[in-house]
């Protein structure tokens, strides 16, 4: 049983881990436009 | 590459050692497992609001500097906060549910985080009922401190004045801590991965803003 919720739990981090890697990207991106501009 | 990343690597070992490696608790069982979710949220909610208030104090001792950015820190902090205390009000009713049968019985524990709750919602109405007014950052930041300064009352000294069917706390009145080894190191580790969370979060939000106050600072120059 507890290994069911770790797995259920897990997918929800990698859910949350892959949205802000994606958001930091995105943020450092336009970070360097605003900063040539 | 910033210590906050390392929540990365830390959350799943946090879960690995919550749900596989700790062992249930002698009375409670396989439902004292929430309690290294619980706890950490709880603490990372008492962070976000601590922060919210010294980020306030800041804006009123620095009278006549900018303070716009440090307004959207302190609203940062505070939105993080709110969800955090959301979490460990869902976290509580879920072990509420299991242990007491029912998700709420009106225990001073869940009442008090209820007011809180309630006291900083609070601040997104007026903060926002502001928007026109030139003061709204001191006003509003003065909320916050007055907020922060109640908080400790609603979270550590009245649960403990009146009888309440929530666990002994962590660090009791004996000053110990009454865990298993293994436990204290997973609840280490997810407060640790927690608090990492929070400062990445913060971190992001607060990037978002001086992204906003520098567009803002752009349009209004042109």
Same mark, same amino acid.
């Not at chain 2, 509580?92 to 549910?97: D, E, R, S, V």
């Not at chain 2, 298993?180 to 400062?199: C, E, G, H, Q, R």
């Given at each position: 049983?507890?290994?069911?919720?770790?797995?259920?739990?897990?997918?929800?981090?990698?859910?949350?881990?892959?949205?802000?890697?994606?958001?930091?990207?995105?943020?450092?991106?336009?970070?360097?436009?605003?900063?040539?501009? | 590459?910033?210590?906050?990343?390392?929540?990365?690597?830390?959350?799943?070992?946090?879960?690995?050692?919550?749900?596989?490696?700790?062992?249930?608790? =002698?009375?409670?069982?396989?439902?004292?497992?929430?309690?290294?979710?619980?706890?950490?949220?709880?603490?990372?909610?008492?962070?976000?609001?601590?922060?919210?208030?010294?980020?306030?104090?800041?804006?009123?001792i620095q009278k006549n500097k900018n303070s716009l950015l440090r307004e959207e820190k302190a609203y940062?902090?505070?939105?993080?906060?709110?969800?955090?205390?959301?979490?460990?009000?869902?976290?509580?009713?879920?072990?509420?549910?299991?242990?007491?049968?029912?998700?709420?019985?009106?225990d001073p524990r869940q009442t008090s985080i209820v007011i809180l709750l309630l006291i900083y919602i609070?601040?997104?109405?007026?903060?926002?009922?502001?928007? /026109?007014?030139?003061?709204?950052?001191?006003i509003s930041s003065v909320y916050l401190i007055l907020a922060m300064i109640i908080m400790p009352v609603?979270?550590?000294?009245?649960?403990?004045?009146? /009888?309440?069917?929530?666990? /002994?706390?962590?660090?009791?009145?004996?000053?110990?801590?009454?865990? /298993?080894?293994?436990?204290?190191?997973?609840?280490?580790?997810?407060?640790? =991965?927690?608090?990492?969370?929070?400062?990445?979060?913060?971190?992001?939000?607060?990037?978002?803003?001086?992204?906003?106050?520098?567009?803002?600072?752009?349009?209004?120059?042109?």
């Open positions: 049983m507890p290994s069911e919720v770790m797995t259920v739990v897990l997918v929800i981090w990698f859910g949350i881990a892959l949205f802000l890697y994606r958001i930091d990207r995105k943020l450092k991106k336009i970070e360097g436009e605003i900063n040539e501009l | 590459m910033k210590i906050h990343k390392l929540v990365y690597i830390l959350m799943p070992l946090a879960l690995y050692l919550a749900f596989i490696w700790a062992p249930p608790a =002698a009375i409670l069982g396989e439902a004292s497992r929430i309690l290294y979710f619980h706890v950490p949220v709880a603490f990372v909610s008492v962070i976000a609001f601590v922060t919210a208030g010294i980020e306030s104090i800041i804006i009123i940062n902090a505070t939105l993080i906060g709110l969800i955090f205390s959301v979490l460990t009000l869902v976290t509580g009713a879920i072990w509420a549910n299991l242990n007491w049968g029912t998700y709420w019985n009106w609070a601040y997104f109405s007026l903060y926002s009922a502001l928007s /026109d007014n030139e003061n709204r950052g001191k609603f979270v550590f000294i009245i649960p403990r004045v009146y /009888d309440s069917l929530h666990p /002994d706390t962590l660090i009791n009145a004996d000053k110990k801590m009454y865990l /298993d080894p293994a436990m204290k190191i997973t609840l280490f580790v997810s407060t640790a =991965a927690f608090t990492l969370l929070y400062f990445y979060i913060y971190n992001i939000m607060n990037r978002i803003s001086v992204i906003k106050i520098k567009i803002q600072e752009k349009h209004h120059a042109l």
